[in-house]
């Protein structure tokens, strides 16, 4: 008889691509798809997408970027809408009645394309807003009750921010490098023979977009980012940081501990020194393969979204975890990420069912499924190789403890996939659902005998409407080491 021991299924430190099946270290996944890796190995459902107001909307719900204004009438977010391929709407809706309120569209354009992201800026009282495809190339602006053009100079480029009392505009079609600002406290004055500065501009490369961070403005292009310090024209000085590069979109994000900058194809992050790569462990499936990204930050991780795919990458910052987020029904989901007040927001990418915007608490919000979309988790363990080369092991049993969290009997259930070294598949079940919302302990028989690796993946897709979601509170595998023969 075989020496019997118990091996945990830890998941605690998120997906790694990088690394082979066969030699990814313990505590990491082979894929982590829409559960979220707590730093005890146990995976929780993420915080469900609710659907907000669509009241007065028109045209089809797809989102060009978000934005947050406070107007004397009270907080709102604003959203921009390419309602066809030469049209762009924009909209505000209360923050305190994102469920029930109605829109409001307070601007509308005709552009030469709406295929690109609108950046918003809010600062000395107003909003400004902007993009490359905007007529005339004019920066557009919004104080509540009336918009217009901030200024009759083309501006208007890919990049907006409000800085130490100023807007800093950039990455226009005409002046890509050129980074240029207001006049202190103004939105309507903009000197263009002084206020302006190139930004390597030898590499021809658009400016991105813009953060500010430790007093200092971050300024990022596709190969290169820089930084301004100083607080007035006679103290403004720039300097090139090592590493980094930025893909088109809102992809230079503040947190606490540094900045991540969001690549075409690697993310980064800096702390003090230089921009290193952090995405190793999503190497495989990370890329923009629409024409923007944008990324947030809040409650300690970092989301980032491709604009095209829709799919979000999730780097908890003090766990270092990694983990994918997406909906199968992709229209309704989102294509823009943003946060502000407490809410991850997200734009969706050509919504029917849901609206033009996506708001989860995070923390606070509910865990369930998103709106009017289904949903497929993926847990997958590398290839386990419990007993080293010198001999072959027995899997006897799968045990689990499992928190429904709504839904019955009659919905999807899990099934539990079991690869051997090979890749092959030599076992399949399916577990649950459960008459109704509780704890549950499984304890699944595998009987697996005389191999020297396996692979455990769960996955449970389920349905739009269905609420069948399971937390996985606790996994252990019971083996015997096999004798010698």
Not at 28 to 42: I, L, Y
Not at 64 to 92: C, E, F, M, N
Not at 152 to 170: D, E, V
Not at 193 to 217: A, H, K, M, V
């Amino acid at each position: 008889m075989g020496r019997p021991a118990t091996v945990d299924l830890d998941f605690s430190k998120g997906v790694n691509e990088f690394f082979e099946s066969s030699s990814l270290p313990q505590g990491f996944a082979k894929e982590m798809r829409n559960w979220v890796p707590e730093e005890n190995g146990s995976l929780r459902v993420a915080r469900g997408w609710e659907s907000a107001s669509a009241a007065s909307l028109t045209d089809t719900r797809t989102s060009r970027g978000l934005g947050y204004y406070v107007p004397s009438g009270g907080a709102r977010y604003i959203v921009a809408q390419a309602s066809d391929a030469t049209h762009y709407k924009l909209w505000a809706l209360a923050k305190g009645n994102l469920s029930a309120g109605t829109w409001s569209n307070f601007d509308n354009l005709t552009v030469s394309g709406s295929g690109g992201l609108v950046s918003f800026a809010a600062g000395a009282g107003v909003l400004l807003s902007a993009a490359t495809s905007y007529p005339s190339a004019y920066i557009r602006y919004w104080n509540g009750s009336s918009a217009g053009n901030a200024a009759t100079i083309a501006l208007a480029g890919r990049a907006l921010i409000y800085h130490n009392n100023r807007f800093f505009t950039g990455g226009s079609d005409s002046e890509p490098t050129i980074q240029r600002w207001s006049e202190l406290g103004s939105y309507t004055t903009w000197n263009t023979s002084t206020n302006f500065q190139p930004i390597g501009q030898e590499d021809g490369e658009p400016i991105e977009d813009f953060c500010s961070f430790d007093r200092s403005l971050f300024i990022g292009k596709e190969n290169s980012i820089w930084y301004m310090s100083g607080f007035g024209p006679d103290t403004f000085s720039w300097r090139k940081i090592d590493g980094g590069g930025l893909a088109p979109g809102r992809t230079l994000v503040p947190t606490p501990s540094g900045i991540i900058a969001i690549g075409r194809e690697r993310i980064y992050n800096f702390t003090g020194g230089g921009f290193e790569p952090i995405s190793q462990p999503v190497e495989n499936s990370y890329g923009m393969t629409g024409s923007f990204m944008t990324g947030c930050y809040i409650d300690g991780v970092v989301y980032m979204c491709d604009g095209g795919s829709g799919q979000i990458w999730r780097y908890d910052t003090r766990s270092q975890a990694w983990s994918t987020q997406d909906v199968d029904d992709t229209v309704e989901g989102p294509n823009v990420v943003f946060t502000q007040a407490g809410y991850l927001l997200a734009g969706t990418k050509q919504a029917a069912a849901n609206s033009i915007l996506l708001y989860r608490g995070e923390p606070g919000g509910t865990r369930q499924m998103p709106e009017n979309t289904g949903v497929t988790y993926t847990a997958s363990t590398g290839d386990m190789f419990l007993t080293g080369p010198s001999r072959p092991y027995t899997v006897m049993q799968l045990d689990l403890i499992l928190r429904q969290r709504g839904g019955d009997e009659t919905e999807t259930p899990i099934t539990l996939n079991v690869y051997d070294e090979l890749g092959e598949v030599t076992l399949t079940k399916e577990i649950g659902p459960y008459p109704g919302t509780g704890v549950y302990r499984e304890r699944l028989g595998i009987g697996r005998s005389g191999k020297f690796a396996s692979r455990f993946e769960l996955t449970q897709s389920l349905l739009a409407g269905e609420t069948s979601q399971f937390d996985i509170e606790k996994a252990a595998l019971e083996i015997e080491e096999d004798e010698l023969r």
